[in-house]
């Protein structure tokens, strides 16, 4: 369980979007807290002018001498207004006039800063229990006198309401993140249906629903690409296992057909007494069915180790026209039977396995050999084209019909069955034509025009 949610997507989403939303309620809060402690000092530096400002107000009216010496208590009743607000009024000489201070805090006097001190002339102090404050000096007249004004102002009130308003942004912060985090848990499972659909899907994959696609028109555009490329899969899965299918069945077929061959004559054989040269042709009609058995077991091999790139390829440079009159000196005698010419021509050179170029020719010119017209001319031609050395085997013969063309190069298809079958064909040859050209990164194709049919092999020339 914590190895999956470990590894778990919809953990990492959901924490990455609780950080990323702490973060910014974070530096939020911080920005709000500080505008608003930044607004609150401001205000306080206000109201410490204005009482200092009201104080030389007092001192200027007439009397305000008199008043001072009789009734010193006029200025903490009616001046301070609060227990934290301090005056202290000091004379010519340094004598102190009046002092406004009940718990007898200590304060800093700052320089006289004259009739109408500004915000730059207050100073900041701090309390005997740290509590801060803040402190202005400026001038009055008192009288014929001038003297010095001093007020000050302890803010334990302002510090508490401070610690509350962190308090809550960081209650806040927390509140946020829980919710956040259980609204993108909940975005999340809903985001992700179409991802537990693919996995639902493909748990109930088996041969016999590999027809079935997901719907991608109500999917998020997001995960369009992935439900494409599962449905194409499906799509190559279920045309391989037709592939597959098909080719069990013509394996089959194809093995049926010799070995119930070989049983039947060999029951035959025993039924009765027979000579040594009725014996001797059966081992002989045996043994052609057991070598035509060898061969479609070869091409079946080469053909699953191609598939599967286990053929290791032996590249050397290869002149063109060399191969074709190779391949074309070979058959000469068996096309010389039949009343059939071998014409070579072209140029050009290329790169490739020589062994599994010459096994592609073969298979090309015997297929020409054995269906081209009697006394008609089958023409090997090579001709460099676009980055590609094509190499072409042309025979005149019968017409392959339109619906065969398509399938020429699938195993174990043959056009006339009951012709090839004669002939000792075991269907493969065109098959291990094209695996041979996707080995080497080229091409096989097919070009039917009438009579004459025309096999072109694209090797890459870089």
């Known amino acids: ?86 005056v202290r009024i000091v004379g010519p000489g340094g ?15 700052p320089p006289d800063a004259g009739p109408a001190p500004g915000r730059g002339a207050i100073a900041a102090w701090t309390t005997r229990d740290g509590t801060p404050g803040q402190v202005v000096a400026g001038s009055a007249r008192l009288g014929t006198a001038q003297v010095a004004v001093v007020v000050a102002r302890a803010y334990a009130e302002r510090t508490a309401m401070f610690a509350r308003y962190r308090a809550r942004i960081l209650a806040a912060c927390a509140v946020g993140a829980v919710l956040a985090a259980a609204l993108a848990a909940l975005m999340l499972r809903h985001g992700l249906r179409p991802l537990r659909e693919v996995a639902e899907h493909a748990a109930f994959i088996k041969p016999g629903t590999l027809a079935q696609r997901l719907d991608i028109v109500a999917a998020p555009s997001e995960l369009r690409p992935l439900i494409d490329a599962f449905n194409a899969m499906l799509q190559r899965l279920q045309d391989g296992y037709a592939r597959l299918s098909g080719f069990s069945a013509d394996l089959a077929h194809e093995f049926r057909t010799p070995i119930t061959n070989m049983i039947g004559q060999s029951q035959v054989a025993l039924g009765q007494g027979r000579s040594r040269e009725e014996y001797e042709a059966l081992l002989a009609s045996n043994i052609e069915e057991l070598e035509r058995l060898a061969r479609m077991i070869e091409s079946m091999l080469f053909l699953a180790r191609a598939g599967q790139d286990e053929v290791v390829l032996a ?15 070979f058959y000469e005698g068996m096309a ?103 080995l080497h990164g080229g091409k096989a194709t097919l070009q039917s025009n009438g009579p004459e049919t025309r096999f072109v092999l694209a090797f890459p020339t870089g």
């Open 1 to 86: 369980m914590t190895s999956s949610w470990r590894h778990s997507l919809t953990l990492r989403v959901t924490l990455a979007f609780v950080l990323i939303v702490s973060f910014i309620a974070a530096g939020l809060g911080i920005y709000l807290y500080r505008a608003f402690v930044a607004e609150i000092a401001r205000r306080d530096d206000l109201q410490l002018l204005g009482k200092l400002r009201q104080v030389q107000i007092v001192l200027g009216r007439p009397g305000a001498a008199e008043l001072l010496v009789a009734q010193p208590d006029f200025f903490r009743d009616t001046m301070s207004g609060q227990e934290n607000s301090l």
């Open 336 to 438: 010389e039977e039949r009343g059939l010419r071998l014409r070579c021509s072209g140029a050009g050179s290329f790169a490739a396995d020589p062994a599994l170029v010459r096994r592609a020719l073969a298979n090309l010119v015997s297929n020409a050999v054995r269906h081209a017209d009697a006394g008609s001319t089958i023409t090997l031609h090579a001709e460099p084209r676009a980055g590609m050395l094509e190499l072409s085997v042309a025979n005149v013969g019968a017409a392959i019909p339109q619906e065969h063309l398509d399938h020429l190069f699938d195993r174990f298809y043959r056009v006339d069955s009951a012709r090839s079958d004669a002939e000792g064909s075991t269907g493969l040859g065109l098959s291990i034509v094209n695996a041979i050209l996707n």
């Open 95 to 109: 004598a102190v006039l009046a002092d406004i201070n009940p718990h007898g805090e200590r304060y800093p006097t």
């Open 315 to 329: 590249r050397q440079p290869l002149v063109a026209l060399d191969e074709l009159e190779r391949v074309a000196d």
